[in-house]
DNA sequence: TAGGCGTATCAATGGTGATTGATATGAGAA
DNA sequence: TTCTCATATCAATCACCATTGATACGCCTA
């Protein structure tokens, strides 16, 4: 028997390396993107090129970094990989870090 | 009256820009430290700088960061600076960003 | 089998940002 | 006022990574 004594509502010393990675892979607009797009369902890559504006090779790029931190997974149908998002909290997720974006906008006096 | 129509379960497209700006702030292991060290409460520069092992003007840099995006405040006391966390949630928010870090560590077949 | 299409990889480049060492500022102590 | 301590700023360096253009791979169709 393991008994996980991890606190999910607090952010542990050790476990920083490991959150560092996953945002740095999130740090990206474009990544960001492909996220917002996956959320709707699997997209296949010509699609995501199409939903947001970048080049062929750099769409692939992005999608094999998030693949490579567990975030989306593909799968290959004929001539066409389609990608997933592995777990789709990670929009959720994202959605909250909206709190936290513009704190320091100037406010009226 | 205002009414907000933004879903904060869901990660739109109009969001993307501000949100990368704070994951980027956010991806860096010394400043996820300095957050995990604040969630205790306030903590003086130099407290930082024992608790956390980097060089103090390297602390003062990262403090800047964290504060330009509205993440910490300070308060001077004297000779001292102090630092806090503006909203604690912050804290929560990164503990739960665990649940998506090591999707991709190899699993037994 | 040849050709075309969707996708991935490779090498090179450029920009951003973390880190460092030196120096400046600002407040209390002597 | 002068010194010391806590903190901030500055300039330079270095490393990483997004982006680009070119090319390779894999699958389908004719």
Redesign the pocket.
Known sequence: MVIDMRNPEVLEAHETADITRLM??L?????LKIIACLASGEK????L?DAID????????????LKAEGLVM?E???????YSLRDKRINSFLGQAGKFCNCSKPVCP
Do not use: F, P
């Open positions: 740095k892979i740090a990206d607009e474009n990544r296949c890559v010509c699609q090129t970048i080049s062929q090779n750099l769409m692939s790029h992005h999608l094999k970094a593909d290959r149908r004929g001539r066409w990989v389609y």
